[in-house]
Each structure stands twice: as C-alpha cells, then as structure tokens.
C-alpha cells in the first residue's frame, strides 16, 4: 500500500485567483473586540470543488455584530441570519450568544459571492466576501476577473492579519516553473535515490514556526 499518491489540488501556496461565487466550508471562525468594541466573527474557508478546489479564502468575512441604536441591531441580525440561512438553519432556531455561534460555524458549507476591493491601507486588491448563499447545484462559479493591477500587487495570496482585514497579505514567494514528468522513469531519475527504496531516517524533532513567518 503507497504511502500517499501525488495530488496537484494538495499543495502550498495555491490561492483562488479569480472572484466569483465558491462552494465552500468553513474551516475557522473566530470572535474578537474590534478597536470601537464591537463583536466581530472573522469566517475562514475553504473551496469545495471546481479549479480551485482545496484553495483558502481567509480573511475575506468579517461580520460584526452592533447593537446600538436599534437600527443597527437590525441590520446586525439580518446580516446574522442571512449567514445561517445560506448555512441551511432553520427557522426558529435560537442563538443564544456570538460565542455559541462562533463555536457552531465551523465545518457549515455554503456559497459565498467574493469580489476584489482595494485596501484602505495599502492599495491593494484583496478578496472580500460580498453576500452569502446556499451551496450552488452547478458547483462553483469563477467569474475571470482577476486581481486588479496596483503598483505593489506581486503574486498575492489569501493571507492577512488577523487584527486587522485591511492590512496587506503575506506576498507569494517566487516559484521555479514545473516543465512536469512525463513518465515514471524520469520522475525517478529526479528523485536523488533515483527511484530506489532507501533506509529511513531517523525522525527529527519538528522545528517551531517563527512567529514572524505566520500570516497573523
């Protein structure tokens, strides 16, 4: 039995390119205080099928929560519930808190409409969740629009901060151009043990992630 198969849809620093409406899960969903103390659900996910199957699309949804004065509330409950109504909620379901709500997010799928916005901060263009839907019967729909050019945009990817969704992406690191293997001899032949099966090694001790290397 293999250890694993080789699967293009499974590697680092693949990134949705295009806006457009996405099948998607969401993978996390965090509660923080924004600086004007309002409640905030900052949505993670994560593309379901289609070419970008396996992309992220983080940093792109932050939903707060105001409830002064009474139009606000209005409008945060709508906002709310037209998140949970694409999730499939049913009517009547009570939320109890943002807490409970953050908790109960995680692995919902829905569609999501995303478009390019430019940043207040830095003029760049990143993705920004537009409205939200139920999951589209004809899987995914990217719409060719691209990242618009700006003077500092170089091969973005979906990662921010945290703190703060305005805040510039970490920059795609350059990659070599992949001219493929078009047997398994040649990709053998590229292998250093050329193919051969070779001792383990003795397991390293994994390296801790610099603080300054992470996206948030």
């Given at each position: 039995?293999?250890?694993?198969?080789?699967?293009?849809?499974?590697?680092?620093?693949?990134?949705?390119?295009?806006?457009?409406?996405?099948?998607?899960?969401?993978?996390?969903?965090?509660?923080?205080?924004?600086?004007?103390?309002?409640?905030?659900?900052?949505?993670?996910?994560?593309?379901?099928?289609?070419?970008?199957?396996?992309?992220?699309?983080?940093?792109?949804?932050?939903?707060?929560?105001?409830?002064?004065?009474?139009?606000?509330?209005?409008?945060?409950?709508?906002?709310?519930?037209?998140?949970?109504?694409?999730?499939?909620?049913?009517?009547?379901?009570?939320?109890?808190?943002?807490?409970?709500?953050?908790?109960?997010?995680?692995?919902?799928?829905?569609?999501?409409?995303?478009?390019?916005?430019?940043?207040?901060?830095?003029?760049?263009?990143?993705?920004?969740?537009?409205?939200?839907?139920?999951?589209?019967?004809?899987?995914?729909?990217?719409?060719?629009?691209?990242?618009?050019?700006?003077?500092?945009?170089?091969?973005?990817?979906?990662?921010?901060?945290?703190?703060?969704?305005?805040?510039?992406?970490?920059?795609?690191?350059?990659?070599?151009?992949?001219?493929?293997?078009?047997?398994?001899?040649?990709?053998?032949?590229?292998?250093?043990?050329?193919?051969?099966?070779?001792?383990?090694?003795?397991?390293?001790?994994?390296?801790?992630?610099?603080?300054?290397?992470l996206p948030f």
């Amino acid at each position: 039995m293999p250890l694993f198969t080789v699967d293009s849809n499974n590697v680092f620093g693949k990134y949705v390119e295009e806006a457009g409406t996405y099948n998607v899960i969401i993978t996390n969903a965090r509660l923080y205080t924004s600086n004007n103390s309002n409640k905030v659900i900052s949505i993670d996910y994560q593309v379901l099928d289609g070419k970008y199957t396996g992309c992220p699309i983080i940093y792109a949804d932050p939903l707060t929560w105001v409830d002064y004065p009474e139009e606000n509330l209005t409008m945060s409950i709508k906002r709310f519930n037209s998140l949970l109504v694409a999730c499939g909620v049913k009517d009547g379901v009570a939320i109890d808190s943002l807490e409970q709500l953050a908790s109960a997010l995680k692995g919902q799928k829905l569609a999501i409409e995303v478009e390019w916005k430019e940043s207040s901060k830095d003029g760049k263009y990143y993705l920004r969740v537009l409205n939200h839907q139920k999951l589209l019967q004809d899987g995914s729909q990217p719409n060719g629009k691209t990242r618009p050019e700006s003077g500092q945009n170089s091969h973005q990817s979906n990662f921010g901060n945290s703190r703060n969704q305005s805040a510039g992406y970490r920059q795609q690191a350059p990659q070599a151009p992949n001219n493929g293997f078009n047997s398994q001899a040649n990709f053998d032949a590229a292998m250093p043990t050329n193919g051969q099966p070779q001792r383990p090694q003795q397991p390293q001790q994994p390296q801790q992630p610099n603080t300054d290397d992470l996206p948030f």
